[in-house]
């Protein structure tokens, strides 16, 4: 009846049901086939991606590399509080002024 159509049945990527693709024309057919597999092989490359960075935790565990090391100590450093603006717009600056500043605020 419909020569120029065909029905597809998708391979299951991310859910639990095979979606029904019917298809009327021949060259988005392929479109549509080049798109399944690029999204077939994207899932594939980030599963061996999630593999690898497992192993390599697995492997190394929760140890206290240079790298992570220095990203932790310039984190800190940078969510550190060294003034604050008081209800009067003036600066505090020691450690004493600043609990204070907290401590009337809440």
């Excluded at 095979?18 to 479109?31: M, N, T």
């Excluded at 399944?36 to 140890?63: N, P, V």
């Excluded at 932790?72 to 604050?84: D, E, G, T, V």
């Amino acid at each position: 009846m419909f020569p120029d159509h065909e029905v597809q049945i998708s391979d299951v990527v991310y859910s639990d049901h095979c979606p029904v693709l019917v298809l009327l024309d021949p060259p988005k057919r392929e479109l549509l086939a080049c798109r399944a597999e690029l999204e077939y092989m994207f899932a594939d490359a980030s599963a061996k991606w999630r593999q690898h960075a497992k192993a390599h935790w697995l492997r190394d565990g929760h140890r206290n590399t240079k790298f992570f090391h220095a990203k932790a100590s310039s984190r800190a450093k940078q969510n550190r509080i060294l003034r604050m603006k008081n209800g009067d717009r003036s600066w505090c600056s020691t450690t004493d002024e600043m609990r204070g500043l907290v401590a009337s605020y809440f």
